[in-house]
């Protein structure tokens, strides 16, 4: 689990204008690609400039030649999505089946003291079961805020 998972590739779309109405040809006016972070444009106007729109407007770039336009837009959008990835993710190998655990044994100490006998006896071993379940998913959302 070392391996980095790729990042899909930005799907373009042309922008067609009519800048007159005596063309009756759409003039080519950009580029646009639809993301999860938002909408990038590669606008032909004088430099070729690459913008992203969208929690936020930001300038990638400007640049001579639209292969270069998508080359920055492309690695722009490698970028914030890579950022939000783990550097180590075998860091959290095992963190599912820890979890799996102490949710287990929360539910288990829940059904003891909910569905089984109640024994005046077993009320404290019961509340002491289901108290360490709680301590043990409190520590894991401790874990996970801290790290």
């Not at 993710?89 to 089984?116: C, K, Q």
């Amino acid at each position: 689990m070392t391996d980095r998972p790729a990042i899909k590739p930005l799907v373009w779309e042309e922008i067609h204008y009519n800048r007159s109405n005596e063309e009756p040809i759409p003039e080519l006016t950009g580029w646009y690609a639809e993301t999860e972070v938002g909408s990038y444009y590669v606008m032909l106007e004088g430099r070729i400039e690459v913008t992203l729109d969208g929690f936020q407007f930001h300038k990638v770039g400007s640049f001579d030649e639209p292969e270069a336009a998508f080359e920055a837009a492309q690695s722009d959008f490698t970028a914030r999505i890579r950022s939000c990835l783990l550097d180590k993710p075998e860091a959290v190998e095992g963190e599912i089946e820890r979890v799996a655990r102490a949710i287990d044994g929360a539910w288990w100490a829940w059904a003891d003291v909910h569905y089984s006998e109640d024994i005046p006896g077993d009320r404290l071993a019961k509340q002491k079961s289901l108290d360490r379940a709680k301590a043990a998913i409190a520590a894991l959302t401790q874990e996970a805020t801290h790290e």
